[in-house]
C-alpha cells in the first residue's frame, strides 16, 4: 500500500470496502453462535452488533493505541496463571 495524498482512498476504496465487509459478517457470525439466534435476527452499528429482540449488544474493544483488542472471557485470569513463567504445576 502506497499514501499519495487522496489518490490513496481511491486507490483502496473497493479493497478497504470488502474487508470491512468481511469483519462485519464475521462479528454478526459470532454474536449468532453465540447468542444461539439467527443472524437474520442482528444488526450492526459502529463497532457494534446488536440482537434488537434481545436487547444484546456486542462491542468491538480497543486497546489504548484504537488497536482491536479481543474480549476477555471468565477463563482468561486462569489461562495466565497458568502461562505464566514463574509456574511449575
Wanted: zero cysteines; glycine letters at 10%.
Amino acid at each position: 500500500m502506497y499514501t499519495a495524498g487522496s489518490a490513496t482512498v481511491t486507490g483502496y476504496w473497493d479493497i478497504a470496502r470488502t474487508f470491512g465487509a468481511q469483519v462485519r459478517r464475521v462479528m454478526m457470525g459470532n454474536a449468532a453462535r453465540l447468542w444461539n439466534v439467527p443472524l437474520a435476527e442482528l444488526s450492526t452499528e459502529p463497532s457494534t452488533v446488536v440482537h434488537a429482540k434481545s436487547g444484546r449488544r456486542l462491542r468491538l474493544r480497543r486497546d489504548r493505541r484504537g488497536r482491536a483488542a479481543p474480549r476477555r472471557g471468565p477463563g482468561d485470569q486462569a489461562r495466565r496463571a497458568e502461562n505464566s513463567p514463574g509456574n511449575t504445576a
